[in-house]
């Protein structure tokens, strides 16, 4: 076997480190999009290009000369404000119908930002460099660039501090009644209207915090949405909704696994290699599952 | 049935002289079989069997690539002609041209059938959203494979073979459209035929309730897998003739091009009616001339008005033109209505 990865067996925690650390951004996208899934039965599609318009946020402030960490701040509160408006002007249409009229909807405003941000920022792969440095491992033969360490940390900051935020107040109760039983809790007197918006808003500001670290670790183009939409799904499906350690697990389980496919089959397939494995667990769910349907029978 | 005769006639005789009286708009009017093509394919999924699929590109791609891989392989090596882009080395003969395209396209229908016959039993498996994403997702990982593969040209794309001129006759426009326009005929027959069959009441029966209809007694899988065959063949056949149309194959951009043919498809047929013979026809058209006349006009914003033409349409107009008029005629659709029921609820609004 003449691939790189089995002559240098450093290359492999290299890998590993790279994935677990590229994982942990995947949870967070991920747990945004199980936030919703859950909440309002909405599959989003445009889930990723909320990521890269995030990023684009963070890249603006770096053009402009403010270090582009503070993205992290900036980028979920104007994001905060973009899904709340998709939510009045299309989703609050689509909440209670067919799930995939809620899938088609969103493609379309996939497509439309798609093309925006290409307007609006140009066609280029962009970073923000952040200036962080790398750190060096094992005599030099692992390199961590920090960029990726800060932007680990960052996500489980955000996560934690969203879980605690759900569970306490007023805010995260209502949503996760409104989850549970939305009519109960209308007649309870929660605003159900005004979850929803708050739901996809959070969503969308989480989707803001993952673009800008995502610019800042990695690069950002305006048509790299939509692998982060299906990654995020196939995280959610694998872990289950409500599952949060299980989210964590299989972001961090699909990063490790992307950066192997990298290595082994090459570049040119990694995207694909992503897709087909969305299209592998669903397979192998569905038989999993019929055989559960057979067993009760 | 005499109004029908003579709809149809009126069809066949426009479709057979339109490229004579709008020679400027061949490639148009081609472009507008196979988009017709694309959305009756989709129906029989999308509308009839309520799988609502973005994965016809694959079989549509499949056809593409495998049609204009065969024209080239049956007389030179496949590997140098996409290297070198083909068209100085190697140079097919009108003979060569008219045989390895006929052979192309049947390739190009049948593998795809074949392929959607071997993957259907465990795509077909999954329910709602789940295959929506699924296929969306094969979709797209069939484009960024093709993108890597060599011997069909990798990224730097695939070159058909350029039509030949038989003596001084130059008819590339023509050809390409009496292809198109014979396989949209064979399409909308077949699918006419089998909508009138016991089979399209399956497909319907699994579309309202998939479980009910195994219950009573129907092979709910085996149906599913013969529908997406059919799709398959089709889409397979448009997607070889679009190839030797545009004349040069790009993995995403051109075969599998979720993003423009794998929505249209889905758009075309919803805009029409789903579930309805005719919707996809009429959705096709009207969407073809809005696209044309927006991509000409506001070129550079062209996708972001498709954006918000599949909100706007999927929003607030998820009936489609068929459904439309069928609630403002019911008459014209063989339903009966009562006239004093419908007084009643008049008046009780």
Redesign the interface.
């Known amino acids: 076997m003449d691939f790189l990865i089995f002559q240098v067996p450093m290359l492999t925690v290299q890998a590993v480190l790279d994935g677990l650390l590229l994982g942990i951004l995947f949870a967070l996208i991920a747990y945004g999009m199980a936030l919703q899934w859950g909440v309002m039965n909405i ?1 989003n599609i445009a889930q990723g290009d909320l990521v890269i318009l995030g990023g684009y946020i963070a890249y603006f402030m770096y053009l402009y000369g403010i270090h582009p960490a503070w993205g992290v701040i900036v980028s979920p509160i104007i994001m905060y404000f973009v899904g709340v408006i998709i939510y009045k002007l ?1 989703i609050n ?2 909440v209670d119908r067919d ?3 809620s ?3 969103t ?10 941000m ?2 609006a920022f140009g066609a280029d792969v962009v970073l923000a460099n952040s200036g962080y440095g790398t750190t060096m491992l094992f005599d030099n033969s692992v390199t961590l660039p920090n960029s990726k360490i800060f932007s680990a940390f960052i996500s489980i900051v955000f996560a934690i501090g969203l879980v605690i935020y759900m569970k306490k107040s007023k805010l995260g109760r209502a949503i996760r009644a409104t989850a549970q039983n939305a009519r109960a809790a209308k007649i309870l007197g929660v605003d159900t209207e005004k979850v929803y918006a708050a739901t996809f808003g959070i969503n969308a500001a989480l989707c803001g915090v993952a673009g800008a670290l995502i610019s800042i670790t990695f690069t950002i183009h305006p048509y790299m949405g ?1 692998p982060y939409t ?1 990654r995020s ?1 196939m995280i959610v ?1 694998v872990a289950g909704l409500g599952n949060l350690p299980g989210v964590a697990m299989s972001g961090m389980g699909l990063g490790v696994f992307e950066e192997f496919a990298d290595y082994i089959l ?1 570049t ?2 990694r ?2 290699s992503v ?2 494995l ?2 592998l667990i ?2 192998y ?3 999993k599952l ?1 055989k559960k349907r057979e067993y009760l029978k | 049935m005499n109004k029908n005769i003579i709809l149809y006639a009126a069809i066949l005789i426009f479709g057979v002289a339109a490229p004579f009286v709008f020679p400027a708009f061949k490639v148009q009017l081609s472009i507008l079989c196979i988009l017709i093509i694309l959305a009756i394919t989709w129906n029989v999924q999308g509308g009839e069997m309520g799988y609502n699929t973005f994965g016809n590109i694959l079989f549509y791609g499949l056809g593409m690539y495998l049609c204009a891989s065969v024209q080239v392989g049956m007389f030179f090596p496949l590997a140098e002609w996409t290297e070198g882009g083909g068209e100085k080395t190697f140079v097919h003969t009108p003979a060569q041209f008219f045989q390895g395209f006929a052979v192309g396209l049947a390739v190009a229908a049948i593998v795809p059938s074949i392929v959607a016959g071997l993957i259907g039993y465990s795509i077909l498996g999954l329910r709602g959203h789940y295959f929506a994403i699924c296929t969306l997702g094969l979709g797209v990982a069939a484009g960024e494979i093709s993108g890597g593969i060599e011997i069909i040209g990798a990224g730097q794309g695939f070159t058909t073979p350029p039509f030949p001129k038989v003596g001084s006759l130059e008819a590339r426009g023509e050809f390409f459209y009496f292809c198109s326009f014979a396989v949209l005929i064979l399409t909308f027959l077949a699918v006419k035929a089998i909508y009138s069959t016991r089979f399209k009441l399956v497909l319907n029966a699994i579309r309202d309730n998939e479980d009910k209809a195994e219950a009573m007694g129907i092979q709910t899988m085996k149906y599913k897998i013969i529908g997406w065959m059919i799709s398959a063949f089709f889409c397979g056949l448009a997607g070889g003739i679009m190839g030797g149309l545009v004349g040069y194959i790009d993995s995403t951009d051109v075969a599998f091009d979720g993003r423009e043919m794998g929505v249209f498809m889905v758009l075309m047929a919803i805009l029409g009616g789903k579930g309805t013979l005719w919707g996809p026809v009429i959705g096709a058209t009207v969407f073809h001339i809005f696209k044309e006349g927006f991509w000409t006009f506001f070129l550079g914003w062209q996708y972001v008005a498709l954006g918000v033409l599949i909100v706007v349409i999927v929003i607030y107009f998820p009936e489609g033109i068929m459904g439309w008029l069928r609630e403002k005629y019911p008459e014209r659709f063989g339903e009966v209505v009562d006239e004093a029921d419908r007084k009643a609820q008049v008046e009780l609004k």
């Not at chain 1, 493609?107 to 925006?116: A, K, P, R, V």
């Open positions: 599959i299309v249409k689509v799930l995939f009229i899938i088609l909807a493609f379309g405003i996939s497509i439309l930002f798609m093309q925006l290409n307007f939509l299906i799904f499906i090459g040119e397939f995207i694909g897709f087909l969305l299209v669903l397979v769910r569905r038989f019929s």
